[in-house]
């Protein structure tokens, strides 16, 4: 471990300050009109954001990335969470960190000119295709189909939750190319203008209102073999490497998140009076404060120690798991917390913490839920 820890450099604060003045200019005033409206400006913002070269942060110079390291990536994460819209801020997260960074990492130069670099532009919106109606977590079981044909492979099957499903140019995308089972699944890169491809419901959910979660159908669509992403029959193992960097992301937007809910609720209750005195002088609300400040900041500390085992090369599996099932469970009992301090202020819409109450129930279950987190870190541990 660094001797400086976190290890942030002035260029890591630089894009912090940067993804903050964005945030602050373009998202976060919106926040709550997004969400009534369950919509947004996904392509304006993407333009923007890929003006100002916000989209590839740790991609390939060659893909007009910056080439950065993992720290990078957190203060860009951290500096999105001022959005205080979870489902913006994950909409842009599933285009730079959980569709995308597999392509940089194994796709061939054609792929990455035809699909990364227009994402990294701007000009393009991904989405990651892989959970489906039945199967959950069970990536292995996965049912859509991808036929070989000529040169090309005939997709059928249907997906389900994926977040940017109705606005995506393209899909990175689980299918099963052989037998049942972990070895037969490939991922292929499938773009959603192919004869066949349709979008289904528009899931009303709980939280994150703001983005799409679809249902995608794939009716004998055909797309050419070259888009085959990495070997055949070797996807379960791209997708399970390609969890690592989704679900480390998902533990700092929940760190970040619990900040600052908890500053705003403090700042609530310091002005709030209730017995003559502000609501923050009563020793119950100090006492809670004080033992939710501890708890994130131990969840924030392992959170960046995944950062650091993912950034020095070696398998973070079992620090980002546990990264993620700390932070996730956290963050139901923070933003319980910082809602009850408000009281029936709480309840209501126009407030920040009542979006962020509904929103963070999300992170136990996308990504793999904690159910799965507890099954990798035990099995990582020996028992």
């Given at each position: 471990m660094p001797t400086s820890f976190p290890p942030w450099t002035p260029e890591h604060e630089q894009i912090?300050?940067?993804?903050?003045?964005?945030?602050?200019?373009?998202?976060?005033?919106?926040?709550?009109d997004w969400d009534k409206a369950q919509d947004w400006p996904a392509r304006e913002i993407f333009a923007e954001m890929g003006r100002l070269g916000l989209l590839g942060i740790r991609f390939s110079p060659e893909v007009g990335g910056m080439g950065l390291d993992w720290w990078s990536t957190a203060a860009y994460v951290e500096a999105l969470t001022e959005a205080k819209n979870g489902g913006v801020v994950m909409s842009i997260l599933v285009n730079t960190d959980m569709a995308t960074p597999i392509i940089d990492e194994i796709g061939t130069p054609e792929q990455k000119e035809e699909f990364l670099a227009p994402v990294v532009r701007g000009e393009k919106i991904a989405a990651l295709g892989v959970t489906e109606p039945g199967c959950g977590s069970d990536v292995a079981g996965l049912?859509?189909?991808?036929?070989?044909?000529?040169?090309?492979?005939?997709?059928?099957?249907?997906?389900?939750?994926?977040?940017?499903?109705?606005?995506?140019?393209?899909i990175t995308l689980a299918v099963r190319t052989g037998d049942e089972g972990h070895f037969g699944v490939s991922l292929v890169l499938f773009p959603t203008n192919t004869p066949g491809f349709s979008v289904g419901r528009k899931l009303d959910k709980l939280g994150t209102r703001s983005v799409d979660s679809c249902e995608l159908h794939f009716d004998n669509c055909r797309?050419?073999?070259?888009?085959?992403?990495?070997?055949?029959?070797?996807?379960?193992?791209?997708?399970?490497t390609n969890f690592q960097?989704?679900?480390?992301?998902?533990a700092v937007m929940a760190n970040a998140g619990m900040e600052t809910q908890i500053r705003d609720a403090i700042?609530?209750?310091?002005?709030?009076?209730?017995?003559g005195r502000p609501v923050m002088k009563f020793q119950v609300w100090k006492h809670k404060f004080a033992e939710l400040l501890t708890a994130v900041k131990a969840s924030k500390m392992l959170g960046y120690h995944a950062v650091d085992v993912l950034n020095s090369g070696e398998d973070p599996t079992l620090a980002v798991s546990q990264a993620k099932l700390f932070a996730a469970d956290l963050a139901q009992k923070v933003a319980y917390e910082c809602l009850q301090v408000h009281g029936g202020y709480g309840f209501?819409?126009?407030?920040?913490?009542?979006?962020?109450?509904?929103?963070?129930?999300?992170?136990p279950i996308g990504?793999?839920?904690?159910?799965?987190?507890k099954e990798i870190i035990a099995k990582w541990s020996g028992f």
């Open positions: 912090r300050e940067t993804v903050l003045k964005f945030t602050h200019q373009h998202l976060t005033p919106h926040r709550h049912r859509t189909t991808a036929r070989k044909d000529g040169g090309d492979y005939i997709i059928n099957g249907a997906k389900t939750y994926i977040t940017n499903g109705a606005i995506a140019d393209f797309i050419p073999q070259r888009y085959l992403l990495g070997q055949e029959n070797a996807g379960f193992i791209h997708i399970m960097g989704e679900r480390l992301v998902a700042q609530y209750a310091t002005d709030r009076e209730a017995f209501v819409e126009e407030y920040d913490i009542c979006r962020a109450y509904r929103d963070v129930r999300l992170l990504g793999g839920t904690s159910e799965v987190m």
